[in-house]
């Protein structure tokens, strides 16, 4: 077990920060017999190998022993270091999606495309854990398969098999968006549970686009209208299946965006922290179709989709916090389209228009 690990020479690799002479010890603690050492381990090659979405020069070294480890390892375990592989392999979903990676994508990062070739080496592993029977090693399985497009052939049918009305619905809806991720076809699952309308319609849209019918555009609509909270067993976007559905709906092109545009609008004023930047971003994108505001233009040479946006924002306090504070994130991207980047400053801006 982990033969080979400490023949290499950690210290002249690069971590966050500093070099990774501490990364063998991390690996070796994945194995301890007591959970609270197993978890501060994990969290420690969170911080190390991984940092805000970067990968390292030690990363891709590490995920060879870090596969010995999920192969050995409880159920329970193996759910959360299926997690960190994910996060090795993108960094944070919400960069691909609603598309979905190509390995070609990373090769501008070099270190982001060594550790997604390492982790890809694990791909038969990921496809038996579907068969565990844990749900969540299920759930994080599918997901993680979901980012090997190139392996799809021999994914795709234990993928479809997990769609199933006597599957847990977190498994099989990560099932169904991982299938839509991977390219490939299905037909609608018989089943009448909510996630799986919306994993379903998440799917089709990615690989239907514009050819998607009617069915598939009103599912997406209901949920981005709506929201559903936050669906945590769901491992995409973190569980935010609204924002996801809006994201979902740029695919099916621009049959309907005036739709797509109304829907966002009406949940906006319900969003708040991470939940409002897949539903301000898809807005942004649809009100300034050809890019952001041209310095110094007066809040009358916006046009009306423009006007309608900007008065939610300047009326609903929501969208631009996180928790008791001002959300950085938000600020920066409506000032990405040169509006105004506090919602005082923008409501006078708008002034009496």
Do not use: C
Request: net charge negative; aromatic share 8%.
């Amino acid at each position: 077990m982990l033969t080979g690990l400490d023949d290499i020479n950690w210290t002249r690799l690069g971590r966050a920060p500093g070099s990774a002479g501490d990364v063998p010890d991390l690996i070796r603690a994945l194995l301890a017999p007591d959970e609270r050492t197993r978890d501060e381990a994990l969290g420690g090659l969170y911080g190390t190998i991984f940092h805000q979405g970067a990968r390292f020069e030690a990363t891709a070294h590490a995920v060879p022993f870090l596969l010995e480890v999920l192969a050995a390892q409880a159920p329970a375990d193996q759910s959360t270091l299926l997690g960190l592989l994910a996060a090795l392999t993108v960094g944070y979903d919400e960069n691909w999606l609603p598309a979905g990676l190509t390995e070609a994508e990373l090769w501008s990062d070099p270190a982001a495309s060594a550790a997604y070739g390492a982790v890809r080496a694990g791909v038969g592993l990921y496809r038996d854990l579907l068969g565990s029977p844990d749900l969540g090693v299920r759930t994080m399985a599918a997901y993680l398969l979901a980012w090997f497009p190139d392996d799809a052939e021999d994914s795709l049918p234990p993928l479809v098999e997990l769609v199933s009305p006597e599957e847990y619905e977190g498994v099989a809806a990560t099932a169904l968006v991982a299938i839509g991720l991977l390219g490939g076809t299905f037909e609608r699952p018989v089943d009448n549970r909510p996630v799986i309308g919306w994993a379903a319609a998440v799917a089709a849209a990615r690989v239907r686009g514009a050819d998607a019918d009617q069915a598939v555009a009103d599912e997406l609509l209901g949920w981005t209208r709506t929201g559903a909270g936050v669906r945590w067993e769901i491992p995409f976007l973190e569980g935010d299946l609204s924002g996801y559905a809006a994201l979902a709906l740029a695919q099916l092109g621009p049959a309907h965006v005036e739709a797509t545009y109304d829907a966002l609008l009406t949940r906006m004023p319900t969003v708040t922290g991470t939940e409002t930047l897949p539903v301000l971003g898809e807005a942004l994108r649809l009100a300034f179709p050809t890019g952001p505001l041209a310095e110094g233009v007066p809040a009358t040479g916006l046009d009306e989709r423009q006007v309608r946006l900007a008065r939610v924002l300047a009326e609903h306090e929501g969208p631009w916090k996180i928790g008791e504070q001002t959300f950085g994130n938000v600020s920066m991207l409506v000032r990405s389209y040169g509006l105004p980047s506090d919602r005082e400053s923008l409501r006078s801006f708008l002034g009496s228009v």
